[in-house]
């Protein structure tokens, strides 16, 4: 086990899976205590005590990122539970498959809410214990879709994601260059990572990859979209994220960095 992140207390949102199950383990590593949010218990339970049994520290906190009590009480628990917090991935978020015109109202808010809303009140929860701890880092999920353009090639190749996820996304992005403006007065850097195809359940148990069977859609999304082949994995985002939140980004920071294997720079 590693000490870059040694005495800093490290929280997670959409810690029970995927990217954030990931991220969290390395954070752990790396000597981080590690507080994992999501809503669904049982995951981010096992997820803390795989960590435990590597010999790490951490801690699940049931929220819902939307919920603005609730996040609230989960960022006190996470507090007193450690005492601090010195950096936030604001991983926790979600999509649809509605198509415009006919997203409904209902499903637009909902996306919108985990992913931009969520991303806010979270970060506005932890700002103070930010500022307290004399400074940190701060990490918010974005996602290709805030970048490239919409293709109907592609979403008869691959399937939709609808407009409320590419909105909130492009919120994101808005919101990570606002914050870091507010946080360099107080030592808080905040940067945001743009993932490309990344092969995670999210993606693979419900979601493209289970369409003509197994991988094969994932996979040919690969061929058709990236320059770098084959899939890419959570521990890819994941190295970015602790590299972000780590003191050797310490210049960086309003930054948005793609980790897509050459997709925008592709298409």
């Keep these: 086990m590693t000490a870059r992140f040694e005495g800093k207390v490290a929280v997670v949102t959409g810690g029970n899976s995927g990217i954030g199950a990931a991220t969290a383990e390395m954070f752990a590593r790396d000597g981080a205590r590690v507080v994992a949010m999501a809503r669904r218990e049982a995951e981010g339970e096992a997820v803390v005590a795989a960590i435990r049994q590597a010999g790490g520290e951490a801690t699940f906190i049931p929220c819902d990122v939307a919920d603005a009590d609730a996040v609230t009480r989960a960022v006190s628990q996470a507090v007193d539970a450690y005492g601090r917090i010195d950096i936030l991935f604001n991983n926790a978020g979600g999509g649809s498959g509605a198509q415009f015109p006919n997203e409904p109202t209902e499903e637009w808010q909902r996306v919108v809410s985990v992913n931009l809303t969520g991303t806010f009140l979270v970060s506005r929860a932890i700002w103070p214990h930010l500022v307290a701890a004399g400074g940190g880092a701060v990490v918010n999920m974005s996602s290709l879709a805030a970048q490239r353009g919409f293709s109907p090639r592609m979403q008869d190749e691959f399937g939709t994601t609808s407009a409320s996820y590419y909105a909130a996304k492009a919120g994101v992005d808005a919101l990570t260059r606002y914050m870091a ?22 993606a693979t148990v419900g979601g493209v990859g289970d369409r003509e069977g197994g991988h094969h859609v994932f996979e040919k999304m690969f061929e058709f979209a990236q320059i770098l082949k084959g899939p890419g994995r959570p521990d890819d985002v994941a190295n970015l994220v602790l590299f972000l939140a780590s003191e050797a980004a310490r210049f960086l920071t309003g930054e948005i960095i793609n980790v897509d294997g050459g997709v925008a720079a592709k298409l």
Excluded: A, D, K
């Design 181 to 202: 403006g507010v946080g360099g007065r107080h030592n808080i850097r905040v940067n945001c990572v743009r993932p490309g195809q990344i092969l995670t359940p999210g």
